[in-house]
């Protein structure tokens, strides 16, 4: 993660930007400096805490079943946000890009194995 990993939620840009709980996609159609997929640490951080907590006191799950969960959380953060933008690929080929909550539940799916 580099620096731009360190911005909180309310400091997103404003404009066309698809803002989730732990990260966010700047569209390279907005922003052609700084387009991306940006982290939101903090709530990744305590999120992940979470995570950890509740698998390592749940008995029904092996441990590498409880390591692959934690090794693939970042993973799936950006999956999900990288879905964002092969939307604004797909719908730019077809003329303007234009975010589309609909978009969302693609996304969700695409991240979660």
């Given at each position: 993660?580099?620096?731009?990993?360190?911005?909180?939620?309310?400091?997103?840009?404003?404009?066309?930007?698809?803002?989730?709980?732990?990260?966010?996609?700047?569209?390279?159609?907005?922003?052609?400096?700084?387009?991306?997929?940006?982290?939101?640490?903090?709530?990744?951080?305590?999120?992940f805490?979470?995570?950890s907590?509740?698998?390592s006191?749940?008995?029904?799950?092996t441990?590498?079943?409880?390591?692959?969960?934690?090794?693939?959380?970042?993973?799936?953060?950006?999956?999900h946000?990288?879905?964002?933008?092969?939307?604004?690929?797909?719908?730019?080929?077809?003329?303007?890009?234009?975010?589309?909550?609909?978009?969302?539940?693609?996304?969700?799916?695409?991240?979660?194995?």
């Amino acid at each position: 993660m580099d620096e731009r990993s360190d911005v909180r939620a309310e400091e997103a840009p404003k404009g066309p930007v698809v803002c989730d709980v732990l990260a966010y996609y700047v569209p390279y159609t907005h922003d052609r400096n700084d387009w991306g997929i940006y982290f939101v640490r903090e709530t990744i951080n305590r999120d992940f805490g979470r995570l950890s907590e509740y698998l390592s006191q749940t008995k029904n799950i092996t441990g590498i079943e409880k390591g692959l969960a934690l090794y693939l959380y970042v993973p799936l953060i950006f999956v999900h946000e990288f879905t964002h933008h092969v939307f604004e690929d797909m719908k730019l080929s077809k003329g303007k890009y234009k975010y589309d909550k609909s978009e969302e539940r693609v996304c969700e799916y695409t991240a979660l194995p």
